[in-house]
């Protein structure tokens, strides 16, 4: 075999290999299982709802104290 | 020996040929399969919920220090101390509460456009154009500079690193378009992730319930969904039109939001394995730099080239209100820990932070 045809194998195994890889990287994310839109979205929803009350960027603070970033007038202990 | 172009492999049937034709057919398939699911939009599920009320936000603390562009920031788990690093190859940590600087260390490179902090506060991570992640424990008794670590190099700009579990590894995030784990002590490379077409410019870890994996954003437009153990992509989302510059996981792990250049966000569900949601209007014309929920996932903070953030409701699609402000690009933002506060750094030298004090918010969903 002269140089050249190695050359030429080596770019048609890559090329194969890389082709591989794509076709392999499609199958799996084919077999993926889905679930419907509105499923996934009523889901979201429902964490959402569960959390909504934690959420101090959503609700605020509910009062002065619960504010890390109050001005202190006193040290605190950590 | 290989004739007409076509070469055998392992088995009979498997060339280059068969392969294409079998990945395009997937592709339609994966569309297919896809569009079935598709029964309804989320804004129209969300109709039901009352419209967010939002008053009273202003930023409460500017953090003035830097002296060029800030590009990257992370809150400490502490909730209270902020790393920053900028254009000027500074990183600075902050006390959000104080605003004082409590560390200022100077790198050997400029932009250095990540930074992180260890889950134990106790180390912070950063790199950039130098290609590098470089770890700094933190120490009130000396220079923090003296007992540096160079952990891992990539062969472009490293643009986003973040610690996986504990601080003994970290995940980073390149221009050479891969991402990769390391081991923190070694510096031994752990695993590679192969797949993006272009500079990877975003990560974000999968919520600790949901497992091992993570998200990663790039120029090539595509968002990954990797398995941190054994390197595959497992799943992979499309549609954004431009770079995509930020990524985050929705706190319920079921879903990831986006910000890209072409002045979209977009918020893509990893069950139903589609798009599901885009927020964008036709004033905003700027890219996004940043993206992040607030704790229960219903606002969406996103930060825009127009130097403004962008408060969206999730699930209405909509927009809450703007936030100003900075006086250039916001190039990044981040809630913190607890959620009770929303920090942004900007081109303009300044980061700052913000919080809500009260609000009107009355969010009844009726099913």
């Known amino acids: 075999i002269g140089l050249s045809d190695t050359a030429v194998m080596d770019m048609m195994i890559s090329n194969l290999q890389q082709q591989r890889q794509v076709t392999e990287q499609l199958r799996r994310e084919a077999a993926i299982k889905r679930i419907s839109v509105s499923q996934a979205v009523l889901d979201i929803m429902k964490y959402i709802t569960e959390h909504e009350q934690e959420d101090c960027l959503l609700v605020g603070f509910s009062s002065q104290k619960a504010n890390p970033f109050r001005e202190k007038s006193s040290c605190t202990l950590l | ?367």
């Open chain 2, 1 to 367: 020996m290989a004739s007409d172009g076509e070469f055998k492999a392992h088995s009979p049937g498997e060339t280059i040929e068969a392969l294409t034709k079998e990945a395009e057919a997937l592709k339609a398939k994966l569309e297919e399969e896809r569009q079935k699911l598709n029964d309804v939009a989320l804004s129209t599920v969300a109709e039901r919920l009352e419209v967010i009320n939002y008053l009273n936000i202003k930023p409460r603390r500017v953090l003035k220090g830097h002296q060029a562009k800030v590009l990257c920031s992370d809150w400490s788990p502490d909730k209270r101390h902020i790393v920053s690093s900028s254009q000027d190859g500074k990183m600075i940590i902050w006390d959000a509460f104080t605003t004082n600087k409590e560390h200022a260390v100077t790198m050997p490179t400029t932009w250095v456009m990540a930074c992180a902090y260890a889950p134990s506060g106790n180390l912070v991570a950063c790199g950039g154009l130098d290609n590098k992640v470089t770890v700094y424990p933190l120490s009130l008794e000396e220079d923090v500079s003296t007992k540096k670590k160079t952990v891992g190099t990539h062969t472009s700009y490293m643009s986003c690193c973040t610690f996986p579990n504990s601080d003994q590894q970290i995940l980073t995030g390149s221009g050479d378009s891969t991402c990769a784990l390391w081991d923190v002590e070694s510096g031994q490379l752990l695993q590679n992730f192969h797949g993006h077409a272009g500079d990877v410019m975003a990560l974000d870890l999968a919520p600790s319930e949901t497992g091992n994996t993570f998200v990663s954003g790039s120029c090539d437009r595509m968002v990954l969904i990797w398995d941190m153990r054994t390197g595959q992509c497992v799943q992979s989302f499309e549609g954004h039109q431009s770079d995509i510059n930020s990524v985050k996981f929705h706190p319920s792990g079921d879903a990831v939001a986006t910000g890209s250049d072409d002045s979209t966000c977009r918020l893509f569900d990893l069950r139903a394995d589609k798009e599901v949601a885009i927020y964008s209007k036709e004033s905003i014309i700027f890219g996004v730099n940043s993206v992040d929920f607030s704790v229960s996932g219903r606002l969406l903070f996103a930060g825009y080239n127009d130097y403004t953030v962008n408060v969206w409701d999730s699930l209405k699609c909509i927009r809450v209100t703007l936030l100003y402000g900075h006086e250039n690009r916001v190039s990044c933002l981040q809630v913190s820990p607890d959620g009770t506060a929303l920090s942004t750094g900007s081109w303009d030298y300044t980061l700052r932070v913000i919080y809500l004090m009260n609000s009107l918010v009355f969010c009844f969903v009726i099913f």
